[in-house]
């Protein structure tokens, strides 16, 4: 059983930059990030292999949120900059023992708890 401990939310204007941590008990195949607003279903974010050779974004994303691993630290990160009031949700750390839809939800059997990102406009 691996435990997935998130951080680093909190109250950003859009336009502003957060950093998301994730800290993993123990090793996962891949570990990606999901969000949920408010009224809608959980969205991929980002995903990475535990090596971190091989990232993946989703398009509302890509080129404005950074995902990297500390293998080290067994840390997963998500830098998010030029944040938008539409990047308003909950984001959960996931992880998955195998799989290869990195996209979808249901190939992680690992979840946080979650940590809250509000961009006010």
């Known amino acids: 059983q691996v435990q997935l401990v998130e951080s680093g939310g909190g109250l950003v204007q859009a336009g502003g930059s957060l950093r998301l941590s994730c800290a993993a008990s123990g090793r996962t195949f891949t570990m990606a990030w999901f969000r949920q607003a408010p009224g809608k279903e959980r969205e991929f974010v980002s995903a990475s292999t535990w090596s971190g050779g091989t990232t993946f974004y989703s398009d509302s994303v890509k080129g404005r949120f950074t995902i990297s691993k500390d293998n080290a630290k067994s840390t997963l990160y998500l830098q998010m900059n030029n944040l938008k009031s539409e990047d308003t949700a909950v984001y959960y750390c996931?992880?998955?023992?195998?799989?290869?839809?990195?996209?979808?939800?249901?190939?992680?059997?690992?979840w946080g708890q979650g940590t809250q990102v509000t961009v006010s406009s």
């Open positions: 996931a992880g998955s023992s195998g799989g290869v839809r990195v996209r979808s939800a249901n190939e992680y059997n690992y």
